[in-house]
């Protein structure tokens, strides 16, 4: 049996100061990008307080976010189905409800994806599933 010590994490502690950046170790680096991936998404979640880093291809990344005003039990279904159709993929997607009637998805892709589709088109048939409310689409860009 190795003696290799096995680790499922890499930490580092900082300090959180306004004003100056947090850098990465290169252990770090060398882990977001296995692909050759140079650019990365960072999508802080507040009332978690996790900070998720998601490597991309590209220096933009969609963020889609769906207001949902009545949540159906097969609103990620149709989604789903939608995205699958399309052919894309997301970077990452959360969801979050504040009532029963006041839902929020949020979906983050990667420009690559965007390459055979219209961020119009996505937006078009996101707004016909039931319950949802609007859809906003905002670019991010390094």
């Known amino acids: ?26 252990e ?22 996790i900070i998720r880093i998601i490597p991309t291809s590209t220096n933009e990344v969609a963020k889609i976010n769906i207001n949902i ?8 279904r149709k989604m ?7 052919g894309i993929k997301t970077l990452y997607s959360t969801g979050l409800c ?15 994806e965007l390459k055979e589709v219209s961020i119009d088109q996505i937006k078009d048939e996101l707004e016909r599933i039931e319950g949802v409310s609007s859809v906003e689409v905002d670019t991010l860009t390094v």
């Open 80 to 86: 789903g189905s939608i995205f699958i159709r399309l």
């Open 28 to 49: 770090f680096l060398s882990a977001l990008k296995p692909d050759g991936k140079t650019y990365a998404v960072l999508i802080l979640a507040p009332n978690t307080r």
């Open 1 to 26: 049996m190795s003696s290799e010590k096995q680790s499922v994490t890499i930490a580092k502690m900082v300090k959180l100061e306004a004003e100056k950046p947090i850098e990465l170790p290169e």
């Open 98 to 112: 504040f009532t029963q009637s006041a839902c929020v998805y949020e979906g983050y892709i990667d420009s690559d």
């Open 69 to 76: 005003g009545k949540l159906s039990p097969d609103f990620l």
